[in-house]
Structures are given as C-alpha cells and as structure tokens.
C-alpha cells in the first residue's frame, strides 16, 4: 500500500463548477500537507500548505485536513478552464529525519467550457 | 513568493555524455534542495537531498556516482548526469526549501532530458 493515495483521473467538469480533489494517507506522523498545480510540462506550482488538522481558505481554493480520518482535501469554487492542470497533494512529517515531501501520484483535472 | 529557476530548461544530447543542469534560488537563500525525477503522467520521485555545503543524501536506487549532485553555495545545487543513457531521458525538477523549520517547497520549472 502507497503512503499517500490520490485517485489519478482525469477528471472533467464543466465550467463554474465545484470541483473536489481528495489524497488518503497512512503514515500518522504527516504534519504538514501541501497541494500543489502542475501544468503539462512545467514544474509544480504551491497552492496552499496547511499544518495539522482543519481549513484553509485562499480565493478560489479551501484546502482541508482531518488527520483523524487520514483524508485531505482541495475544493476549487468556480473551476475555469485555466484551472486544467494536474493537482499533486504532498505531505511531511514533523521530524528531522522524513524531512522530504511524500506526493500522491497527481490527479488531472480537465475543465470544459 | 519564492522563485526557482532551472538551465537549461530543455536538451538533447548523445548517449555518453554528461550533461549538467543548475537550480538556483532567485529571492531567497535555500539551505536545502532537492532534486527530483518525473516520467510521463507520473507522479514525482524524489532522487536525493542536498544540504549547502555537504554531500548530497541519495533515494535508495539512485546512483550516486551517476548521478551527480553539488551544492554549492545557498543559491545554487547542480545535477550532472554523467554518461547519459537514453533510459535516463525524463524531466527532471529541482526544489528548494528556504529553512529546515519552513516547510514550503517551491519547485522549479524543471529540466527535459532527452538521450539519443
């Protein structure tokens, strides 16, 4: 079993619409969650960073973590077209020797106009 | 935000070659880098870790010796792929972070290989 699970895709939605990425995880000691946008062929860009459990707002994007379920989230209000990219969830633990990041294995994401 | 940038951001070379590629830290001083390789709809795999001023830690399966990596200074790590082999065609991507205690990772924009 991977640490970290994202389901790949793709997935298509309309334009305008709510869209919902998620990543499980299994390693407990995952402190620090990150999500980030990859375009084709471009290196990952970060869109939000949360540490431990609850949510975090920023414009379009709420990015959310219940440690107790293992679960993270990425809600992207009003999904545009420029919005169609590969979303990568990552995490850290909060020690010294898994100071590198674990990413899910992306999930992409293609809105249609 | 913090800016990462790669060179070259693309190549083709013959196999046996080497080839270098910089990640250098625009804004801010990186005490840590990373560099990291992606193949087609693939996910990120983490090759090493490098620390200004030591050696580099390397992924179990990376080799070190082909695989070159110098940090220099707080600006400024290298991969060099010593004699290329058209299997280690890929995209490769470097990441820095500013201080053990600050967790972001800003990427580059990253490196196509491609050995003939």
């Known amino acids: 079993q991977k640490e970290v699970e994202q389901d790949p895709g793709p997935l298509s939605v309309p334009e305008g619409a709510i869209v919902s990425l998620n990543c499980t995880y299994s390693?407990?000691?995952?402190?620090?969650f990150m999500w980030y946008r990859q375009y084709s062929r471009k290196g990952p860009e970060l869109l939000m960073y949360?540490?431990?459990?609850g949510n975090k707002e920023d414009g379009r994007f709420t990015a959310q973590v219940d440690k107790s379920s293992k679960y993270i989230s990425l809600f992207i209000r009003d999904s545009q077209p420029s919005d169609s990219a590969t979303y990568l969830c990552?995490?850290?633990?909060?020690?010294?020797?898994?100071?590198?990041?674990?990413f899910g294995t992306g999930t992409r994401l293609q809105v249609t106009l | 935000g913090a800016v990462v940038s790669q060179h070259p951001s693309w190549v083709i070379c013959k196999s046996g070659t080497s080839v270098k590629i910089e990640c250098r830290s625009l804004?801010?001083?990186?005490?840590?880098m990373f560099w990291y390789r992606q193949f087609p709809k693939q996910s990120l795999m983490l090759m090493a870790t490098?620390?200004?001023?030591?050696?580099?830690?390397?992924e179990q399966g990376v080799e070190k010796d082909k695989f070159l990596i110098n940090h220099a200074s707080l600006t400024l790590s290298t991969l060099t792929v010593t004699s290329a082999h058209p299997e280690d065609s890929s995209f490769y991507i470097c990441?820095?972070?500013?201080?053990?205690?600050?967790?972001?990772?800003?990427f580059g924009p990253g490196t196509r290989l491609t050995v003939l």
């Open positions: 990552a995490m850290r633990a909060n020690t010294g020797t898994a100071s590198k990041l674990t």
């Open positions: 390693n407990s000691a995952f402190q620090y």
């Open positions: 490098s620390n200004e001023g030591s050696k580099a830690t390397y």
């Open positions: 949360t540490y431990s459990s």
């Open positions: 804004d801010f001083q990186a005490t840590t």
């Open positions: 990441s820095a972070r500013i201080a053990p205690s600050r967790n972001e990772q800003f």
